[in-house]
């Protein structure tokens, strides 16, 4: 696991780097206005709890669980979005 500090989270990561099957809160969607319409339009907020699937082999896209819902993203995608480990428990 990879930490990246961000004020205010000690222990964010980006959602790439995220331990498969734990639940993870998403604390900040790092991309520009597109990106951030394109996942509000999956249902990924900031402040949801999310978690990882799936990785596809060979550099493909993470499966990942959000409200209920299954969603792809790529892993350009997924490097923009910061989690924690911190506020989200299992289901």
């Given at each position: 696991?990879?930490?990246?500090?961000?004020?205010?989270?000690k222990?964010?990561?980006?959602?790439?780097?995220?331990?498969?099957?734990?639940?993870?809160?998403?604390?900040?969607?790092?991309?520009?206005?597109?990106?951030?319409?394109?996942?509000?339009?999956?249902?990924?907020?900031?402040?949801?709890?999310v978690?990882?699937?799936?990785?596809?082999?060979?550099?493909?896209?993470?499966?990942?669980?959000?409200?209920?819902?299954?969603?792809?993203l790529g892993?350009?995608?997924?490097?923009?979005?910061?989690?924690?480990?911190?506020?989200?428990?299992?289901?």
């Amino acid at each position: 696991m990879r930490f990246v500090h961000v004020l205010g989270y000690k222990n964010a990561m980006t959602l790439l780097n995220a331990p498969q099957g734990q639940w993870m809160k998403v604390t900040t969607l790092k991309g520009g206005p597109g990106l951030r319409v394109r996942l509000t339009q999956y249902g990924l907020f900031e402040g949801d709890c999310v978690r990882v699937l799936r990785a596809a082999p060979l550099h493909g896209p993470l499966l990942v669980e959000v409200n209920g819902r299954e969603i792809a993203l790529g892993r350009r995608v997924a490097a923009k979005i910061l989690v924690e480990a911190d506020g989200c428990v299992s289901r």
